[in-house]
């Protein structure tokens, strides 16, 4: 006895097929569906763009980059006015008491889930209590592939003195209390 069963999917998926398929040029044809591969949410996508909270502020002329040792997510920013109050970090040992007597720094350290993200200081903006700073992110270069290794950056910009007040990050990449555990 012929058991059809057994061949009903190939045939259910024959009658697809050939249902969906059509000559080339015939009349009634609908344009063909095109899929998206399906997106990679293991880290945002943030193009070289600002995400979330307000872009408009003051442009950030001299700023300064270093990665640090991941030790946990980090998220804050300092206004800083004299060289004692730096961290030790060889990229900052030019910024000394002359520098501190007529300008400040801002310092910024920013976790991020891939080492390959750029993080830069976008804009500072002035708010009710202070001021925000304003991040962007940047994709990996050309020659990089995007990983998963989990990255604190430290970030400074030059200002002007007297922006007392409190400092905050208008969008950060990553906080603490979002923190993957």
């Known amino acids: 006895m012929y058991d059809w069963r057994k ?3 190939p045939i259910c998926l024959a009658v697809c097929l050939l249902a969906g398929c059509a000559a080339p040029g015939e ?18 996508d943030f193009g070289d763009q600002v995400i979330g909270g307000d872009t408009a502020g003051d442009p950030v002329e001299v700023q300064g980059k270093e990665r640090l040792t991941y030790e946990g997510v980090e998220s804050a920013v300092r206004y800083v006015t004299s060289a ?15 520098y501190f007597e007529t300008h400040a720094l801002i310092l910024v350290t920013q976790s991020v889930t891939s080492g390959s993200v750029d993080v830069s200081i976008k804009a500072i903006q002035k708010t009710e209590t202070g001021y925000g700073v304003v991040l962007s992110y940047g994709e990996p270069g050309k020659d990089q592939v995007g990983t998963t290794d989990m990255a604190t950056w430290l970030l400074w910009a030059e200002v002007e003195k007297g922006l007392e007040g409190t400092w905050e990050i208008v969008n950060p990449a990553l906080t603490p209390e979002g923190a993957l555990s």
């Open 27 to 44: 009349e009634g044809l609908e344009n063909p569906i095109t899929v998206s591969p399906v997106e990679d949410t293991s880290r945002p």
């Open 84 to 98: 004692d109050q730096l961290p030790d970090c060889e990229a900052l040992e030019t910024y000394d008491d002359a």
């Open 7 to 9: 061949h009903w999917i």
